[in-house]
Nanobody, 120 residues
């Protein structure tokens, strides 16, 4: 399975952006898809995730109320609202075969990353 991420770009503070991630193969109900982000010199951090089967969702505290992760068919979306300059990063979608996790090294498949740049 490969992951295709898209939707990044430059926006102004307060704007919204929707990222998409589509797997090339089948995922199973026990899998977990997460979105991570990374800025230069820092480790990737968990932003949001969704259980593939039951579609329950999880968020980093700083994005709760602003970001919404959802799944429609085989595509997972990350709706990002009220974007701030601190949200600037390369965003990656990833799949964990072991289920829910916020740890980067628990993920088995990674998409190619999409750049989000928020200007003040």
């Amino acid at each position: 399975v490969q992951l295709q991420a898209s939707g990044g770009g430059p926006v102004q503070a307060g704007d919204s952006l929707r990222l998409s991630c589509q797997p090339s193969g089948r995922l199973y109900s026990s899998h977990f898809m997460g979105w991570f982000r990374q800025t230069p010199g820092k480790e990737r951090e968990f932003v949001a995730g969704i259980r593939w089967g039951v579609r329950s969702t999880y968020y980093k505290d700083s994005v709760k109320g602003r970001f919404i992760i959802s799944r429609d068919g085989d595509t997972v979306y990350l709706q990002m609202n009220s974007l701030q300059p601190d949200d600037t990063a390369v965003y990656y979608c990833a799949v964990s075969y072991r289920g829910l996790s916020t740890l980067e090294n628990h993920y088995n498949i990674w998409g190619q990353g999409t750049q989000v740049t928020v200007s003040s």
